[in-house]
T-cell receptor
Framework: DAGITQSPRHKVTETGTPVTLRCHQTENHRYMYWYRQDPGHGLRLIHYSYGVKDTDKGEVSDGYSVSRSKTEDFLLTLESATSSQTSVYFC????????????FGAGSRLTVL | AQSVTQLDSHVSVSEGTPVLLRCNYSSSYSPSLFWYVQHPNKGLQLLLK??????LVKGINGFEAEFKKSETSFHLTKPSAHMSDAAEYFC????????????FGTGTSLTVIP
């Protein structure tokens, strides 16, 4: 396990409020990812990072922003949450220097009312 | 572009019978392929991976998968299903020279009947 911690694990919020999810890793992996999981869709990539301050969009990035100021932390922000962003969010890491497999956090369940 | 298609959204087998979960991939480059498992209300765990070595890959819990380039397939099999195998299974592809993005299939839900 890459030692990935997601916080908060559960959050209920109202439409229009900002939300930040945090991912913290202890394995010094270069790549970090945010996915959302919804029934019938599998996991879809929101944003990913390939280094400090280096990020790029995934397939479902609208309404989300990310920041990575340190190797170990990757933040996902919903500037103004909508009900369509109700989902389970997973953070993952990978390292090309190693086996280059995705290792996942436990997930964050977000409900937007 | 890279993508995976999991051909069955649900598979149901009896305990002790073989399991076959099908995955086809599309990739412009030589891919790495993975199978992940997710038990109910849990995170995702790596079952096995293919990275251009042996085409038959053995994973945890008796699962294995065979990479067939001519068929662009990477099907997951297990000779004898156990009740504990009931879970959601995801096929995943990545290509390291296109940004190291990992693309997921939509998942196959495996039910094991006692």
């Amino acid at each position: 396990d890459a030692g990935i911690t997601q916080s908060p694990r559960h959050k209920v919020t109202e439409t229009g409020t900002p939300v930040t999810l945090r991912c913290h890793q202890t394995e010094n992996h270069r790549y970090m990812y945010w996915y959302r999981q919804d029934p019938g869709h599998g996991l879809r990539l929101i944003h990913y990072s390939y280094g400090v301050k280096d990020t790029d969009k995934g397939e479902v990035s609208d309404g989300y922003s990310v920041s990575r100021s340190k190797t170990e932390d990757f933040l996902l922000t919903l500037e103004s949450a909508t009900s369509s962003q109700t989902s389970v969010y997973f953070c993952a890491t990978a390292s090309l220097a190693g086996a280059n497999v995705l290792t996942f956090g436990a997930g964050s369940r977000l409900t937007v009312l | 572009a890279q993508s995976v298609t999991q051909l069955d959204s649900h598979v149901s087998v009896s305990e002790g019978t073989p399991v076959l979960l099908r995955c086809n991939y599309s990739s412009s480059y030589s891919p790495s392929l993975f199978w992940y498992v997710q038990h109910p209300n849990k995170g995702l765990q790596l079952l096995l991976k293919y990275t251009s070595a042996a085409t038959l890959v053995k994973g945890i819990n008796g699962f294995e998968a065979e990479f067939k380039k001519s068929e662009t397939s990477f099907h997951l099999t297990k000779p004898s299903a156990h009740m504990s195998d009931a879970a959601e299974y995801f096929c995943v592809v990545t290509v390291t020279n296109t940004g190291n993005q990992f693309y997921f299939g939509t998942g196959t839900s495996l039910t094991v009947i006692p």
